[in-house]
């Protein structure tokens, strides 16, 4: 089982990234799919989610309006496009699959500059 995140780097404020997560290894198209980031020195939080048929989505209040979750279920992938990117967006993405099991992705780094 792999959750692997890629498309994160450096980007000024008000740029945009899209980052992906490849899934391989379980029933893709079953699992409901989260983004979460991570901080430095701060706790990890939801940032979306996405349900398995790719219908139903949710996005903490301080990334609505700019994120947008979605999924390719026939690629096993999730995205999460991210636009007017803000310093405060900076943070360490993962990718979470929630079904039968839990599987997490390593991460990738997404950093904005003032």
């Known amino acids: 089982v792999q959750l692997v995140e890629s498309g994160g780097g450096l980007v000024q404020s008000g740029g945009s990234l899209r980052l992906s997560c490849a899934a391989s290894g379980f029933t893709f198209s079953a699992y409901a799919m989260r983004w979460y980031r991570q901080a430095p020195g701060q706790e990890r939080e939801l940032v979306a989610y996405?349900?398995?048929?790719?219908?139903?989505?949710y996005y903490t209040n301080a990334v609505k309006g700019r994120f947008t979750i979605s999924r390719d279920n026939a690629k096993n992938t999730v995205y999460l496009q991210m636009n007017s990117l803000k310093p405060e967006d900076t943070a360490v993405y993962s990718c979470?699959?929630?079904?039968?099991?839990?599987?997490w992705g390593q991460g990738t780094q997404v950093t904005v500059s003032s």
């Open positions: 996405i349900n398995s048929p790719g219908i139903s989505t």
């Open positions: 979470r699959a929630l079904g039968t099991n839990d599987y």
